[in-house]
């Protein structure tokens, strides 16, 4: 694959919390962009703005516009990266790959593991993804990996759909999937320690090191398909070092999906 297609959406109507990350896809191409480092990715790629079909970044007005949009530049037939926007834009992005690819597994690395069947009245709320993708049966092989926030409803709702759940606690022993074709990633940047990561809504203490996000991301067995950066909130950033975060682990996905 020499290309990949690139949207993005600026979009935080589903968070619950704090708002923000609909101003993130520009700061993350911005970040991309810097003088202050090269576009080359840590296997010796280099990662150019001639291997992305941008499409831009886009306002959405009603939520499931998300995927009538990602419907369309799945035309391309090409793999597809996503910049958010919180993390509600998953499923809608998902529900769209689904109509054209079927079942896909998905690596999920978050802080929260979005299970929700609701959060606060909205079935959509960015705690709720992967409940949505589950239930409709988008994707029946889910894992998820950085949890450190796992209530009663949403050890239920794993248990019933059988999410493979690595905790943060438990990531020592964490094995990557014997995955077998293209997979989704869906990455929200609140798995990161806010130590490294503190451009985000979400402060949740006790997650990844960068160094450790980049070998889950380079580990990966076989080809991503689809993939998010969420959840980067510039409104909480300091010196922008969260954008050169994302930055960063944008270009390993992108070695990834090329
Ligand atoms: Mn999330
Ligand atoms: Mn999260």
């Given at each position: 694959m020499s290309k990949i297609v690139l949207q993005g959406f600026l979009y935080d109507?589903?968070?619950?919390?704090?708002?923000?990350?609909?101003?993130?896809p520009p700061m993350i191409r911005e970040a991309y962009h810097s003088e202050s480092s090269n576009y080359f990715a840590e296997d010796g790629m280099e990662v150019l703005p001639s291997h992305f079909e941008d499409m831009g970044d886009f306002t959405i007005q009603d939520y499931f516009d998300i995927e009538s949009i990602t419907k369309e530049h799945l035309k391309k037939g090409l793999p597809i990266l996503t910049l958010g926007g919180d993390h509600s834009i998953t499923y809608p992005i998902l529900k769209a790959l689904h109509q054209k690819h079927g079942q896909l597994s998905i690596l999920h690395i978050d802080a929260h593991s979005d299970l929700y069947g609701d959060f606060e009245g909205d079935p959509f709320s960015h705690a709720c993804p992967f409940h949505n993708i589950l239930r409709e049966g988008i994707s029946s092989n889910v894992t998820q990996v950085g949890i450190r926030t796992l209530n009663h409803e949403q050890r239920t709702h794993a248990v019933k759909y059988g999410v493979h759940i690595c905790e943060m606690k438990d990531f020592e022993k964490f094995n990557m999937p014997n995955y077998e074709r293209p997979i989704y990633l869906s990455l929200d940047i609140d798995a990161l320690d806010p130590a490294f990561?503190?451009?985000?809504s979400h402060h949740e203490p006790g997650g990844f090191t960068t160094r450790q996000v980049l070998k889950i991301i380079q580990d990966i067995p076989v080809p991503i398909l689809g993939a998010d950066i969420v959840e980067y909130n510039p409104n909480r950033d300091i010196n922008g070092m969260t954008a050169m975060v994302c930055a960063k682990l944008f270009k390993e996905i992108v070695v990834k999906m090329l």
């Open positions: 109507e589903k968070s619950s919390f704090k708002k923000g990350p609909a101003l993130a990561a503190p451009g985000v």
